[in-house]
């Protein structure tokens, strides 16, 4: 039983992890001001880095639902100030911030149950500081293991693995833009994924294996100090 809340525990950290690893960069500001000045999106839509860095704001207010939606947005582009996004923008945008809302929700239902079981772990007086380090250890080299493999299907034919991953999570085809009419592709072109994908591959392997690190050492010190076992 203890190694069943143990090896629980591990998982809704792991799921923290990943989701974290994935919010992080999608709202991580400096992030966009690099990639944007890199790839010279605001010379490419037509448009000054103030305003781009303003409708990116917006964007970004509407996936955390600090705004209703994405109408009003309005910037001069090509020296004509105009409405931003398009109907077809703003409609897959609804799908994107539905996916938002989901993978929020179940970043607080891992982080809640982490808590709850730390808790269990310590009202049973199981020895959470093993469980964490065993289990922990042993469930992040198995997702380190997995998330290698798939990295290498995604880098071997990266548009493949985009397409695919949309035909997965949305169930239109209002994902599929087109520039200049739909400027939100323009703002994010297939580059800014790779980036950004890699940017979240970093986060959410770089943090496990700090984890089993720190548990083989933790680990390691319990058996030569004579407490606890592997």
């Not at 629980?8 to 990639?35: D, E, G, K, N, W």
């Not at 493999?149 to 493949?160: K, S």
């Not at 693995?161 to 209002?174: G, V």
Request: glycine share 6%.
């Amino acid at each position: 039983m203890r190694y069943v809340m143990g090896y629980a525990t591990a998982l809704c950290l792991l799921v923290l992890i990943v989701c974290q690893s994935i919010i992080f960069p999608t709202f991580f500001m400096p992030f966009f001001r690099q990639q944007y000045a890199s790839q010279e999106i605001a010379e490419y839509i037509g448009m000054t880095d103030e305003e781009l860095m303003y409708v990116t704001v917006e964007l970004l207010d509407y996936m955390r639902a600090r705004r209703d939606d994405l109408d009003g947005i309005r910037a001069t582009v090509g020296g004509v100030e105009q409405e931003f996004f398009s109907e077809r923008d703003k409609a897959h945008m609804i799908d994107v911030r539905v996916l938002y809302d989901q993978l929020f929700m179940v970043r607080n239902v891992a982080f809640f149950a982490f808590i709850g079981l730390l808790c269990l772990m310590a009202i049973t007086k199981a020895p959470i500081k093993h469980l964490l380090a065993r289990c922990s250890r042993e469930v992040m080299a198995g997702f380190l293991i997995l998330s290698g493999v798939l990295a290498a299907v995604i880098a071997i034919d990266f548009d493949r693995a985009f397409e695919m991953f949309h035909l997965i999570f949305f169930d239109n085809d209002l994902w599929i833009l087109f520039p200049p009419r739909d400027r939100l592709v323009m703002m994010v072109p297939l580059q800014f994924f790779i980036n950004i994908s890699i940017f979240i591959g970093v986060l959410a392997g770089a943090i496990p294996v700090i984890i089993i690190i720190g548990a083989t050492i933790y680990l390691r010190h319990e058996a030569n100090s004579g407490y606890g076992r592997f």
